[in-house]
């Protein structure tokens, strides 16, 4: 019996951590062009995104290698990091931004304009 209540206790705690929390995701981005972007000797691609965040132009860049478009529209997000450096005219943001199937991805702001 401990053992199938540790079994359950686990497999429920896979499935809890697996989804992310919906309600985090406060943040609305509108996609309206993606590319990929290959930097050096690289192989793979980085995904390049223009969004509008609260009515401002941003380019957003993955963290990550994905070889692929993301499809425009609107996405959910969170802001994961957000440092500024001396005073407040520097700044490091990355946004999580939630997918269709509940799996997220990070990109890092790279660019703005008004």
Request: proline residues 2%.
């Amino acid at each position: 019996m401990k053992y199938r209540l540790t079994v359950l206790i686990f497999v429920c705690s896979v499935f809890a951590y697996a989804a992310p929390n919906t309600a985090d995701y406060n943040v609305n981005i509108h996609v309206s062009a993606t590319r990929m972007v290959r930097y050096g000797d690289e192989i793979a691609r980085h995904q390049n995104l223009t969004v509008t965040i609260d009515g401002k132009k941003f380019e957003l860049e993955s963290s990550d290698l994905t070889n692929s478009l993301l499809m425009l529209g609107d996405y959910k997000a969170k802001i994961v990091k957000d440092r500024h450096g001396a005073g407040e005219y520097d700044s490091w943001r990355v946004y999580e931004l939630l997918l269709p199937d509940h799996k997220t991805r990070q990109f890092i702001v790279v660019g703005q304009s008004e």
